[in-house]
């Protein structure tokens, strides 16, 4: 099948027909009917900054073997890397108000990234991902969900020579098609990557085998829980993922059903917020686990929904992306490019929740906001309790004793107790006996031996439990160790770089540590103030064994001894 006959099977034409007005240049009323608004203009010259940076990288010499690439951070030719290209480069391609419109040194070097492309992929359809899958269905997804659109955008342009682009990329898009209607995943969030794909070619051809693979998936149900979360538990990178494929899916498929999951996710995340924009991670399964996450990810489904279901409160979460995160929406512009549906004024805001205590069960998690400030408890963690205020961040507040070098504090059980929330842990440290003598291997062999089998005694025990409650402008934390005495204990108060310390005491070696050994300490960042304390001082051992190591953050450090009853207000 021919190019042009692989779009218009089964009348597929009529599914172009949104994106027709905007590049049909010379028609009478159409530049003012659909005239892009400010921030799309913003975010097509953000997107030209891209492509600039990603030439940086492009390999132009003809007699190199990778002719055609683009290098990534390890120079490596990649097709992550010359996807990038692909999409950034079509993207300001067709936009008449890019500096790269129609340019046709452009175009020549994208129909040799496009080509290079081909070239790398593998004759059953998958690509690689090079630091970690070969032969990868699922990162083929990923590729040609975001190849997909961008081929329709150019292949309903006026960009002269365009084929040279079109030709070597529906090529891959139609080879691609065939691996994913037979091949694999990892993980749960890959299947609904895969799916989404498939949907996007099925905008291009009706092929019964694109519906068919998605709906044996479907099968399997989409992995929500009843607070509004997916499996992985990734609120920066899987959640958002998720929610923008399962709407490319419900477009795509005409399965509106699907939505509902978007919607659920997206209401939930309303409690997931910090004053600043940004997002909760802390309690992510994934590799977005405590970073600092905003909520540019989310920018397209927000907008989409808040559009569609004329829903205030998520044009005001547009709004805050508007005003937090815009510049890192720039990767998403092909959604825009191709529906002006989007470019319409969003619904008037309404106001998202400020002051609040709930608690999600599934992800272990319990958020509290009051207006300016808000703290998150983390029953899965060892780093439990976090507060964030303004512009500065409590990243987190771990324990450790040194009992039996096993003494990190990860809670056992969590509970609410007339608004206080206690997390517990128990220890055990026993001594082993000798082997009982009818099981003695002979041969001195000390793995035959297992501590399993033998008695114990000296049973050494440790309960540890952190009692945290609300007070007027902030929280008290309750820590109290007890059963074996004299155990060294450590306190750690991890705070996001780039603050300055007062009212404690430097180390005496390590760098961004410092003891809060009596009052009150403040850690300031900008017009934002943390404070914290009392201090206590009844050692000065910071790594105790058996902890985790130190962050690489500014740290304060309370330490004392078991029996250890001590409560710290942060506010």
């Not at 132009?60 to 951070?73: E, I, N, Q, R, T």
């Not at 290079?116 to 083929?140: A, M």
């Not at 306190?491 to 180390?507: A, D, K, N, Y």
């Not at 910071?542 to 009853?565: E, N, S, W």
Request: glycine share 8%.
């Amino acid at each position: 099948m021919d190019r042009r006959s692989f779009i218009r099977k089964n009348g597929q034409l009529t599914l172009l027909a949104p994106f027709i007005p905007f590049t049909m240049e010379g028609l009478t009323g159409f530049s003012r009917e659909l005239q892009k608004p400010a921030w799309l203009i913003k975010m097509i010259a953000n997107n030209d900054q891209a492509v600039n940076r990603i030439q940086a990288r492009y390999v132009d010499k003809p007699s190199s073997p990778v002719f055609g690439a683009v290098l990534d951070g390890n120079d490596i030719a990649s097709p992550h890397a010359v996807t990038s290209f692909l999409k950034t480069g079509i993207c300001s391609l067709v936009s008449p108000e890019s500096d790269f419109f129609k340019d046709r040194t452009l175009v020549e070097k994208l129909g040799h990234a496009a080509a290079f492309l081909k070239n790398l992929q593998h004759e059953d359809g998958t690509i690689d991902l090079l630091s970690t899958n070969f032969h990868s269905t699922p990162d083929t997804g990923f590729i040609v969900k975001w190849l997909a659109p961008v081929w329709r955008l150019l292949e309903e342009s006026t960009v002269p020579e365009k084929e040279k682009i079109s030709t070597p990329l529906y090529g891959f898009l139609k080879q691609a098609g065939e691996a994913l209607k037979v091949g694999g995943i990892h993980t749960p969030n890959h299947r609904w990557v895969v799916c989404a794909a498939l949907a996007e070619l099925y905008k291009i051809n009706k092929d019964q085998g694109y519906l068919e693979r998605t709906e044996r998936w479907l099968m399997e149900g989409i992995d929500m829980d009843a607070d509004g979360q997916y499996e992985e538990k990734s609120s920066y990178i899987y959640s958002s993922l998720s929610n923008r494929v399962l709407i490319s899916m419900a477009r795509g498929f005409d399965k509106p059903e699907l939505l509902d999951y978007v919607r659920k996710n997206l209401e939930m995340n309303f409690y997931y917020l910090h004053p600043n924009g940004e997002i909760v991670t802390e309690a992510s399964g994934r590799q977005d686990n405590s970073i600092v996450g905003t909520l540019e990810n989310y920018y397209y489904p927000y907008r989409y929904l808040a559009l569609k279901d004329n829903n205030g409160q998520f044009a005001a979460a547009c709004k805050l992306i508007e005003d937090t995160a815009f510049e890192k929406t720039t990767g998403f512009l092909y959604y825009f490019l191709e529906e002006p549906d989007l470019w319409k004024d969003l619904p008037a805001a309404e106001p998202l929740p400020v002051n609040y205590a709930r608690t999600f069960e599934n992800s272990r998690l319990t958020r509290i906001r009051r207006g300016a400030y808000d703290a998150s408890i983390l029953a899965g963690s060892t780093a439990f309790f976090t507060f964030h205020k303004k512009q500065v961040a409590l990243q987190g507040i771990r324990f450790a004793s040194a009992f039996f070098g096993k003494g990190q504090f990860s809670a056992d059980s969590f509970s609410e107790e007339n608004g206080k929330y206690v997390l517990t842990s128990y220890l055990e440290g026993p001594y082993y006996q000798p082997f009982p003598k009818d099981k003695i291997p002979g041969d001195g062999d000390w793995s035959k031996m297992p501590r399993t089998e033998r008695p114990t005694s000296e049973v050494q025990h440790l309960t540890s439990k952190a009692t945290i409650s609300e007070d007027q402008e902030g929280f008290l934390i309750d820590i109290e160790i007890q059963g074996t005495d004299r155990v060294p204990v450590a306190l750690e108060l991890i705070f996001r770089p780039g603050g300055t310390f007062v009212g404690t005491v430097p180390h005496e070696q390590l760098a961004d540590v410092v003891y809060l050994k009596e009052d009150t300490g403040k850690y300031s960042y900008g017009e934002s103030a943390i404070h914290f304390g009392p201090g206590i001082h009844e050692h000065s051992w910071v790594q105790i064994r058996g902890a985790l190591p130190k962050m690489d953050a500014p740290t304060a450090y309370l330490c004392g001894f078991t029996p250890f009853h001590h409560q710290i207000r942060i506010s």
